[in-house]
């Protein structure tokens, strides 16, 4: 019965993707989540996010050739993510379990690239706007909002070892509350950058900027439930990165006199959240990571680059971390977990130096593409690629601490806010 079901869903999307290929673009951005409903298809493991990705792509390439299109970016664009997943390749053969490995790859590497190329054509040939994406992807919050709230309020369907009344760690959909975090901080940025095309003085537009604003309030809150530090501090890191650049691109318009109206509220808050933070026990030794969390951190960081000295070049492999790791770790009242939670680690250790040089040459890339499209004439592009970097900023940051890629919803995620930036 499941079978049937899945068969008829599958269908059904496929005749809408080619009916409606922007529509089902967007339903697929809408729908991360989706990876959660998992299925096996010819003894192979699966996804419904997998599924209408593989739809998608098939799809857009039919399109591409009936219509006679030019939908391949160019090489500058193709360059860092063909060395990225080169890297990823290269390290399936290195793990010590290649089955394994090849599922990581082909659900956190090869997929979501699948999904960028019809997504960077589309909001090249402009059948997608970013606003749409990001309008999308609003959607996708807000019921995972509501969810959360729902849970928040009663205690129902939290995950035992968060569902304390004293604690209570909301989690919506997901398995445990981090994964709310890692999913929405990027996503506050996003937001944030589409309060700014509004104009407050239309109907239209206040309309639009209270929307958006309900957004952030329902994130932010949600976020604050789910007790992820790591995600408010990249959501900080974020807003004063985009804070820098609005001021840094406007400076030569903006008299002496709105330059202080500006900067001087931004300052002050700043001076107020430090002295809070620190006139607060609990969350200053949380983000000293003096608490229990950051001291496991700390000891997995330092049983990571025992095992990375040893093996420099090629870490321990896709999907090889607790393998590797296990003749390393002297601390046994501690679980050895699937990534070491530092973003550099987390790639050296699955993919290898290969995979580390690919990330930061992804990273130039992105930044320096988006930069100029920032400081370029037009508004809708320069939102968009002022948001992704922000976006990316708390994503980075936030991934000092934590796993923000290696998830089929934030691997996804990634590259829709690296599309962002540099479409």
């Known amino acids: 019965m499941v079978s049937f079901a899945l068969a008829v869903y599958f269908f059904l999307f496929a005749f809408f993707s080619w009916r409606k ?11 991360l989540p989706s990876y959660l409903i998992r299925f096996s298809a010819g003894g192979f493991p699966m996804t419904v996010l997998e599924g209408m990705i593989y739809i998608v792509f098939l799809v857009w390439c039919i399109r591409h050739f009936r219509t006679a299109k030019a939908a391949i970016p160019p090489r500058s664009i193709l360059l860092p993510i063909g060395f990225f997943l080169l890297a990823a390749t290269v390290a399936v053969f290195v793990s010590p379990d290649m089955r394994a490995a090849a599922g990581v790859w082909k659900a956190y590497f090869f997929e979501p690239i699948l999904f960028l190329l019809p997504l960077l054509f589309a909001l090249r040939t402009r059948e997608v706007s970013p606003a749409s994406v990001m309008r999308v992807l609003s959607v996708s919050v807000m019921l995972l909002s509501s969810f959360a709230f729902f849970q928040k309020l009663t205690g129902f369907w939290i ?40 104009r407050a003085a239309s109907v239209k537009g206040a309309t639009a900027i209270g929307y958006w604003l309900l957004t952030l309030l329902a994130s932010l ?32 318009r903006i008299r002496r006199f709105h330059f202080t109206f500006y900067l001087l509220p931004f300052t002050f808050s700043m001076i107020l959240a430090v002295g809070f933070i620190f006139k607060t026990p609990a969350l200053r030794d949380e983000l000293l ?6 001291q496991v951190r700390r000891t997995i960081w330092g049983e990571t680059r025992q095992m990375l000295r040893d093996h420099p070049i090629s870490g321990a492999g896709l999907a090889g971390y607790q393998t590797g790791i296990e ?49 370029g004439k037009d508004r809708e592009r320069a939102i968009a690629a002022a948001s992704a970097m922000a976006a990316m900023i708390a994503l980075l940051v936030h991934g000092l601490v934590d796993v923000p890629y290696f998830k089929n919803d934030l691997s996804v995620l990634f590259w829709i806010i690296y599309a ?4």
């Open 159 to 198: 995950p035992s070892p968060w569902a304390e009344e004293s604690v209570r760690r909301v989690t919506s959909i997901f398995a445990y509350p981090n994964a709310l975090g890692l999913f929405l901080g990027p996503l506050v940025l996003l937001f944030t950058g589409r309060l700014f095309p509004s």
């Open 221 to 252: 809150l949600v976020i604050v439930w789910a007790h992820s530090t790591g995600a408010l501090v990249g959501i900080a890191a974020g807003l004063i990165f985009l804070f820098l650049l609005l001021l840094l691109k406007h400076r030569n």
């Open 21 to 31: 290929f922007s529509w089902a673009l967007l339903f697929v951005v809408a729908t």
């Open 420 to 423: 962002l930036g540099v479409f």
């Open 327 to 375: 003749p390393y770790h002297r601390a046994k009242y501690i679980e050895i977990f699937l990534y070491p939670h530092n973003i550099l680690l987390n790639f050296w250790s699955e993919v290898g130096l290969l995979g580390v040089a690919g990330f930061f040459w992804l990273m130039i890339f992105f930044f320096r593409r988006a930069w100029k499209f920032f400081l």
């Open 289 to 294: 990571m003096r608490d229990w969390s950051g």
